[in-house]
């Protein structure tokens, strides 16, 4: 019962946003924004008291569940771009929080990425990008690898800059595309591969007004990924 709360909660407000992302009232597209946001996040990222979708599926990993095997996503539409359909429950927290990094920073506020060298180092992974053309056997690997604690703060750090980026944003900067130069440069710093399975993503992103973004990267994109783990291992009823 708690999950079907919690995803019909989503839903319903996430439909609210689409509507104010439609319309002229900045303020509100903000405050829906960020309620969405915190939905699918750690509730530490936006200082609320109970627990989110995210929460569940992150207390169950770092209870030592990184390797349990889940499915990919919810849905198959883009399973024909990706190396396995199955994967380490670590990995959705990667996969999720480097799109967050890499399209929050790099398109939607022209800046640096969070993550660096010290951070891969920190985390142990063994790759930069997304990881979406990631074979069986690399996944596992990837999997074995990954200190949770580490991911774990780097959730955090990632989500609480996407809420500070999106208080900053514009009306006509949520409306609008950005510069090709602005998605190359996340090929440019190691966030997607040349792989077709990978390099994909830059077209699609490309095709984003900022506020596309914050639809799908931002909040849907973590509902495409969450419930698969909740709904595979049964973490809540």
């Not at 995210?54 to 209870?63: G, I, Q």
């Not at 022209?110 to 069986?136: R, V, Y």
Request: negative net charge.
């Amino acid at each position: 019962m708690i999950k079907k709360q919690l995803y019909s909660v989503f839903e319903n407000k996430y439909e609210e946003l689409k509507t104010a992302l439609s319309g002229e009232n900045l303020e509100k597209i903000k405050e829906l924004t960020l309620e969405v946001h915190a939905m699918v996040h750690p509730c530490e990222v936006s200082g609320g008291s109970e627990k989110t979708v995210a929460d569940y599926v992150l207390d169950y990993m770092l209870k030592g569940n990184q390797n349990d095997m889940v499915p990919r996503q919810i849905w198959d539409t883009d399973l024909h771009y990706a190396g396995t359909d199955m994967v380490p429950l670590c990995w959705q927290f990667w996969h999720a929080y480097r799109i967050e990094d890499l399209v929050s920073n790099i398109l939607m506020a022209d800046q640096e990425q969070i993550f660096d060298e010290e951070w891969q180092n920190k985390i142990g992974a063994i790759i930069t990008d997304t990881g979406n053309a990631l074979e069986p056997e690399e996944i596992r690997e990837f999997g074995q690898k990954i200190n949770v604690d580490a991911l774990h703060e780097y959730m955090i750090a990632v989500g609480k800059n996407t809420r500070a980026i999106i208080e900053k944003l514009t009306l006509d900067e949520i409306k609008s595309m950005v510069p090709e130069d602005w998605v190359m440069k996340i090929l440019e710093v190691g966030g997607v591969t040349t792989d077709f399975r990978s390099v994909w993503l830059l077209v699609f992103w490309g095709r984003l007004t900022r506020g596309g973004m914050i639809l799908t990267p931002m909040t849907c994109h973590h509902m495409m990924h969450l419930p698969a783990c909740i709904d595979y291992l049964s973490i809540i009823d």
